[in-house]
């Protein structure tokens, strides 16, 4: 037997093996959904666990009734029953269908510094409708800039999705989604990562 015939043969016997290893691999993967060992229940109880199911209105009023009994629960009532929290909450209210619809609300920057103690990252206070709010960023980097530029007695327009308030704070809070200056948009939050 020549050499070239030996080659030959063994290209074949080469290129057999690989073709037998490929069609069992392939079954081996396409079967695999179908495994039924310990380690397929894992797998099932780790993806159920993931995804947690959504309280029910009864559990929710439930879990708030639990929270408002702690310490910060009741601090949170008395805070919301005073005089302060009156008038947080009554802004708060003025500005809810704005953030709700996601629509403009024309502002005025009436100081780039938080009241002491804040710890809300980049923000700045702004003036809507006669009622005063803190309005806080949360930018990447590159988005910085352009913020860094607003000046006190700037005219703005923001949207926000959301608004919140806290005890410690005498103003309610506003999340800057968007912002325009002079007919220019100068922050447009970027979507998070695997959400909006």
């Known amino acids: 037997m020549s050499l070239l015939n030996k ?3 063994m290209r074949k016997m080469v290129y057999a093996i690989v073709l037998v290893f490929a069609i069992v691999s392939g079954l081996a993967f396409s079967f695999a959904p179908f495994a039924s060992g ?29 929270w408002e ?25 003025k500005i809810s269908k704005s953030v709700r619809d996601y629509t403009d609300m024309p ?7 938080l009241p002491p103690g804040s710890r809300l990252g980049f923000a700045m206070m702004v003036r809507i409708d006669a009622d005063d709010y803190i309005l806080t960023f949360d930018p ?3 988005q910085l800039a352009p913020l860094e530029s607003i000046k006190v007695n700037d005219k703005i327009v923001i949207r926000s999705h959301y608004i919140s308030h806290a005890p410690k704070y005498s103003y309610p809070i506003i999340i800057g989604d968007y912002v325009i200056r002079d007919g220019q948009v100068i922050f447009k ?5 695997g959400g909006c």
């Open 69 to 93: 009994a702690t310490p910060d629960g009741v601090m949170y009532r008395k805070w919301v029953a005073s005089p302060a929290g009156q008038k947080v909450i009554a802004s708060t209210a």
């Open 189 to 193: 939050r970027a979507p998070r990562k």
């Open 7 to 9: 080659q030959n043969k």
């Open 38 to 66: 310990p380690g397929a229940k894992i797998k099932n109880e780790t993806t159920k666990k993931a995804i947690p199911k959504p309280l029910s209105e009864i559990e929710k009023k439930a879990a708030m009734k639990k």
């Open 107 to 113: 502002a005025v920057v009436t100081s780039l510094s």
């Open 140 to 142: 990447k980097k590159s």
